[in-house]
């Protein structure tokens, strides 16, 4: 079945700087990518979706890139603010059977 | 904007204790879903269901069972906990299963001693 492999476990960036997350996954029949946002004690929430395609979204400071042939999906965060201090969650679904398979997460950390 | 609702927040049990979480979601949504979250396992699915009495089993069923008594509530019961099952639990609940948004509750942790 399909596995997401997501890195780095822990993040930490100064205020202003970049971060980037990165999710492989390993079944090409995968067409649909979620990042999910999980702030300290709280739920999880949507991000930002990104289709089966090279595509790039933006949004709330964030870009998602989506490279079906390297099968890997990031989020690049261009200046972080404290506000981003979360974990982040990449999801992956599957054509065939829809099944949803997160990745372990990643816990960033911004610094003053 | 989806409204998921878990009780009970926190829980302790002890080891072959019988624990009931609760979800509820106020958005009519067709799917509802029982995740566990574990450090370095992400979240994983324990079970689901497309419509009231329907159930079906996720990647890690073993040890749990789930009801869905209506629309709105989806009931996961763990009838002999045991300390593995100690975890954080999430409801979530979509319109449809695929390519559509997860709307999660605000987790109940649960401590089997």
């Known amino acids: 079945g399909e596995q997401v492999e997501q890195r780095p476990p822990h993040l930490s960036v100064r205020e202003g700087d970049s971060a980037v997350i990165t999710c492989t996954y390993t079944?090409?029949?995968?067409?649909?990518f979620f990042w999910y946002k999980q702030e300290p004690g709280a739920s999880l929430q949507l991000l930002m979706k990104?289709?089966?395609?090279?595509e790039i979204n933006e949004g709330q400071g964030f870009t998602v890139l989506l490279n079906k042939k390297d099968k890997r999906l990031s989020l690049n965060l261009t200046a972080a603010h404290p506000g981003d201090s979360a974990a982040y969650f990449c999801?992956?679904?599957?054509?065939?059977?829809?099944?949803?398979?997160f990745g372990a997460g990643t816990k960033l950390t911004i610094k003053p | 904007e989806a409204a998921v609702t878990q009780s009970p927040r926190n829980k302790v049990t002890v080891t072959g204790g019988n624990v009931t979480l609760s979800c509820r979601q106020t958005?009519?949504?067709?799917?509802m879903y029982w995740y566990r979250q574990d450090t370095g396992h992400g979240l994983r699915l324990i079970h689901y269901?497309?419509?009231?009495?329907?159930?079906q089993i996720g990647d890690v069923p073993d040890g749990y069972k789930a009801t869905r008594t209506t629309q709105e509530d989806f009931f996961l019961l763990l009838e002999l906990a045991s300390p593995s099952q100690t975890s954080l639990y999430f409801c979530?609940?979509?319109?449809?299963?695929?390519?559509?948004?997860?709307?999660f509750g605000e987790g109940s942790r649960l401590i089997v001693v």
């Open positions: 979530a609940s979509s319109v449809q299963r695929s390519g559509n948004t997860l709307y």
């Open positions: 990104v289709f089966s395609s090279t």
């Open positions: 958005n009519s949504h067709n799917y």
């Open positions: 999801a992956a679904v599957n054509y065939g059977n829809e099944k949803i398979t």
């Open positions: 079944d090409p029949n995968s067409y649909y």
């Open positions: 269901s497309y419509g009231a009495g329907n159930l």
